[in-house]
């Protein structure tokens, strides 16, 4: 989670082009062409291409949701929207692990990320904003010694069926060691069992960015001997840089951004 | 645009998932626990959720888009959501763009991909299923010689601003080289100027996947000194690989795949 969260510059683009929000759904279809580009006209469709542009990683580096957004972000991750789509990522996830031939030398590995992919952070999210609010770690850092984290329901199901197929699972953490403890029992009181490893930040990893971590510590594991056939995140630094598994699953998550 | 489009599997996972879809859209809130798993209970947020993970990349290799989804399909490219897609992915491309700082040397570059990124095909789809019907080369060759695909005008706007900004455009494409006269006649037909080269496949390029060639062609560019600072497309294949360009822009193409 504590990681790099900046370009103001982007946000006041958005800021920008969300000035001309006072018209309803339907208005763009009597008026387009009368004080709006069409994709500045109503927020639902601002922020659903908003949305595009995150989880495609056209937006870059960015820090906050647009403000005009958080009605359309609360709506999606508490809606049936936000289930469904982790729930086609993980179908296409296991419809693809169920075609790798797994090898008798238990070298097959799985790496999930943990924070909005195998645990969700939605309760803390929901009472901050929904990323709305500027990142305060400290209060997230209590949230995690609370151990709290539900799972995501269709991630739960996915590590289950990967377990059951032979994978080795690894868990690959910007979490830091010190949360080490809080996080294992999270895991486990959210369902979660039998992983191979915990990869956490330890103090020489402090201050890395994420897809150089995460890079360096698959990179490792490949020096091991394992065969990384996939990697499950909802963040592009956990997917991207060297070392990367044979398949990527993007989770959604339009909440936060993790350079 | 002529490439590599399979793996029946995912779609026959996709057609499996998609049997109950006789609800409407209001049913999953009035009864969704009585029969339908929350994301296959209506087309909308099935369709939704599959267009996630094709944009994604999540969906890997996949041929037609599922059966369910045409009338969604068809929805989001004639109304409102995919220019507005569009323009937010040249908003982001474009303010990337203004912070690059342009040497003298005339080496600073910006590649296109043609096909559903500067050209737009919606003609051609509109009449043959939205991405429904297999691709058949035949009949898409000959509205290509047509030289009648409108430009996506996101995209237009976006390629002009950078030539004014200082930027080597160079357009590369999956199109053949006998088709060299047609691409660049509807080019200038759409409104495109001044590019740099115009890269399409040759004799040697045929049957190598759109990621290794698009690649050799970046790489050749980076062997002649170029920077390419920004690459847009509406495939991933256009954008990954190696001597990837420093940011890429994925622009949405719900209608087709191409490896």
């Known amino acids: 989670m504590a ?30 062409k009368k004080r709006h580009r069409v994709y500045a006209s109503d927020d639902s469709l601002f922020c659903d291409s908003w949305r595009f542009s995150v989880e495609t990683n056209d937006a870059g580096t960015w820090s906050n949701i647009p403000s005009r957004c958080v009605g359309f972000v609360q709506n999606y991750m508490t809606g049936a929207r936000y289930p469904s789509d982790s729930a086609a990522v993980a ?23 943990i924070d909005e992919t195998l645990l969700s952070n939605l309760p ?46 690894f868990l690959l953490t910007g979490r830091s060691e010190y949360q080490r403890n809080a996080t294992a029992k999270n895991l486990l009181f959210a369902g979660y069992n039998n992983w191979e490893r915990l990869l956490l930040r330890g103090p020489s990893d402090q201050g890395t960015l994420a897809t150089v971590f995460k890079s360096q ?5 490949i020096n091991e001997g394992y065969r990384i056939h996939g990697s499950s995140g909802d963040q592009w630094s956990d997917l991207v840089g ?11 998550n339009p909440m936060y951004y993790i350079a």
């Open 3 to 32: 990681s790099v969260r900046h370009r103001p510059l982007l946000l006041l683009l958005i800021t920008l082009l969300a000035i001309p929000t006072s018209l309803s759904s339907q208005s763009i279809i009597q008026m387009p």
């Open 91 to 113: 179908n296409f996830s296991l419809s693809f692990a169920k075609g790798v031939t797994i090898g008798g030398d238990g070298k097959d590995a799985w790496v999930f990320d």
């Open 124 to 169: 803390y999210y929901q009472a901050h904003g929904f990323g709305s609010e500027t990142f305060d770690e400290a209060s997230f850092d209590e949230w995690v010694e609370l151990a709290e984290a539900p799972a995501l329901p269709a991630s739960l199901n996915l590590y289950s069926q990967l377990e059951r197929l032979g994978f080795k699972i």
């Open 217 to 221: 510590k698959r990179s490792d594991l």
């Open 242 to 252: 060297f070392a990367i598994a044979q398949r990527s699953f993007k989770l959604p």
